[in-house]
């Protein structure tokens, strides 16, 4: 079917819910190609799913033999790679124990009844999100999330979530009552415009969860698998949550989810408390088991810190070059680089330039290549960038 076919569909069977204008047909490691053979270097990697880049041949090969061998029994039956994978994430993780779903809304979806549960026995079922936090678009993830625009004509919103500023510890302390079973963040807010928690705040919280008896929950569906430079963003702060969320990356664009509870916690959900038909087939886990096996075996925890430090002195010495620049921020090749304007723009000029970007709200460039990023294709990266930033000026 050709392009004009394909998008004449779009227009009128598909839902409007989003507006794209590119149709991509092939990717290949850092790249995709558009209808019109257009090559495009991608720094969204599908927003930090393609961590790998775009077909790796591990993950190509373990979708392959999977698919020919066992797609789907349903948890009614073991599979072979679901307990292999919760392994290896455990082991190189909490150590706890996961539930595996689809993506990373019915992850955090999972992670907040567990959290309701554990709370509930205690008489408290509140859940304290942070201000610029994105969840997802499920109605419970949705109260959770910050933005009322998400929210805004889907009321009444779920009940048991109220949001403080993040980064703010006094706001956190002052937000806790004796209803409150949870604290759920993001180590590092994706949408919200890539930004770190602070060591002190993440530290802190950890403090009140233990003097207070609460659950701390880490969202870490954007800033996990990798993308940080460490397997989870909350290894950078050595401090462990008492479960964790992850999504996006954790198939390279095969969909999986899941949520990690520590060992403590592995009776609060027992047999029949919660579950999902398509969760952990054994498809998904193989995909995924070869991801995170990937990761480890190529040292591209490595190449992201190493490729992150050399793009981020890139940026830095932009910002000195150009005033509209207000910060850089961010950690491995998770990177964000906030403008005193919309970004818009830049975004559309990067594309014509033959580079794929992400904004992170209005005003924030938003930067998340594979992890397997090679030197030269971050130089060009950085060339396209400074170009577009100078045509700002
Ligand atoms: C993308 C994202 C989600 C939602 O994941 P979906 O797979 O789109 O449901 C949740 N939390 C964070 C931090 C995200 O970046």
Request: charged share 15%; proline share 4%; hydrophobic share 45%.
């Amino acid at each position: 079917m050709n392009k004009t076919d394909v998008m004449a569909f779009q227009q009128e069977y598909v839902l409007g819910t989003y507006a794209p204008s590119v149709l991509i047909t092939k990717g290949q490691g850092s790249y995709v190609w558009d209808a019109d053979g257009k090559k495009y270097l991608d720094f969204t990697t599908g927003i930090s799913v393609c961590n790998l880049g775009h077909c790796h041949p591990a993950v190509t090969e373990a979708i392959q033999r999977q698919a020919a061998t066992l797609v789907h029994t349903s948890n009614l039956y073991m599979n072979e790679w679901q307990p292999q994978l919760a392994a290896l994430i455990a082991k190189n993780s909490l150590n706890g124990r996961l539930f595996f779903a689809n993506s990373g809304a019915e992850a955090n979806e999972g992670m907040i009844k567990f959290a309701r549960m554990w709370g509930n026995a205690k008489g408290k079922n509140e859940i304290i999100c942070m201000e610029g936090s994105f969840h997802g678009r499920t109605l419970a993830t949705l109260a959770a999330t910050a933005r009322p625009k998400y929210r805004e004509g889907f009321q009444p919103d779920m009940a048991g979530f109220s949001f403080v500023p993040f980064n703010d510890l006094n706001a956190l302390k002052a937000a806790v009552t004796e209803k409150t079973a949870a604290i759920l963040l993001e180590p590092i807010q994706g949408e919200g415009g890539i930004t770190p928690a602070s060591q002190e705040f993440i530290a802190g919280a950890r403090q009140l969860c233990d003097q207070h008896d609460m659950l701390l929950l880490f969202d870490e569906v954007q800033c996990g698998i990798g993308r940080t430079g460490r397997l989870f963003a909350y290894q950078q702060y050595g401090v462990e949550p008492d479960a964790m969320s992850m999504a996006k990356a954790l198939g390279n664009g095969y969909p999986i989810g899941a949520f990690q509870v520590q060992r403590k916690h592995e009776s609060v959900l027992p047999v029949g408390k919660h579950a999902s038909t398509f969760g952990g087939t054994p498809l998904a886990c193989a995909a995924a088991h070869a991801v995170i096996s990937t990761i480890l075996q190529e040292d591209l925890l490595l190449n992201c810190q190493k490729m992150g430090e050399h793009f981020k002195g890139a940026l830095i010495q932009m910002a000195s070059n150009y005033s509209f620049i207000k910060e850089v921020r961010g950690m491995g090749l998770m990177i964000g680089v906030e403008l005193d304007r919309p970004v818009a723009d830049a975004v559309r000029a990067a594309a014509q330039q033959g580079l794929l970007i992400l904004n992170a709200g209005e005003n924030v460039l938003r930067f998340l290549p594979p992890l397997n990023l090679n030197q030269s294709d971050l130089d060009q990266a950085i060339k396209i960038i400074d170009n577009i930033l100078g045509g700002l000026a």
